[in-house]
């Protein structure tokens, strides 16, 4: 068996999801699908991280196993040729067997991407998350302060989550704005479920004038997601960069979305 990694893009519009689902199409579907056409047999595919309905990533990482002798090149274009237009195989590389897309992974990148304007978008719909209020960015940037570090994310955590502890480690959470958009960036060993839509909800709702910015910690405080406000839609969402250890030799971030104004 060989084990490759790839690097895959898509639009999450049309999906509900990554995850294979009996009720809907889904990222994961449509990939193994194309996979196991150019390998000729079933292939499944595992990714470094599940993602929502309606998320986005421009570098979401699988790994997947296969008998089947194809140069690279063949991969590359023959995977793309049978997905569907929506999503794309950005790279491809042959990886050792101990490689595995989640488990290997020690750190991953979201950026999420808000369109501050009176009038809500056309061009962009599905593409950005629309808040109709004004938002201060420095008030932003403040909150974030808070949640940098190692701590109990309870709060920022879906009450579905399926995690086994809350306790996650965010490196780094930057504020920026260009023009009427504003893009949250966020680095972390590992997410909850919903946790980077719980924290722009967070920061969004501070931005807005509805909280100070030490209602950020107060929130991390309370471990109790009751105490956290709104979860952020996740059509402004998208997975941008999955970390790995040097030795894999693995790509670890992809294309930024960004928008004009």
Partial sequence: MNRFAAGIAYDGRQYMGWQRQHHGASVQAAVEAAVSSVAASRVEVVCAGRTDAGVHASQQIVHFDTPAQRPLHGWLRGVNSNLPRDVALQWIMPVPPGFHARFSATARSYRYVIYSHPVRPALHRGRVAWTYRSLEVERMRAAAHFLIGEHDFSSFRAVACQARHPIRRVEDLTVTRAGDYLYLDVT??????????????????????????????????????????????????????????????????????AFAC
């Fill in 188 to 257: 972390a060993n590992a997410f909850l479920h919903h946790m980077v839509r719980n924290i722009a909800g967070v920061l969004m709702s501070i931005g807005a004038g509805d909280h100070d910015p030490e209602w950020a910690g107060a929130v991390l405080e309370a471990r109790d997601r009751t105490a956290g406000g709104v979860t952020a839609p996740g059509e402004g969402l998208y997975l941008v960069g999955v970390r790995y250890p040097d030795a894999f030799g693995v790509p670890e971030r992809g294309e930024l979305p």
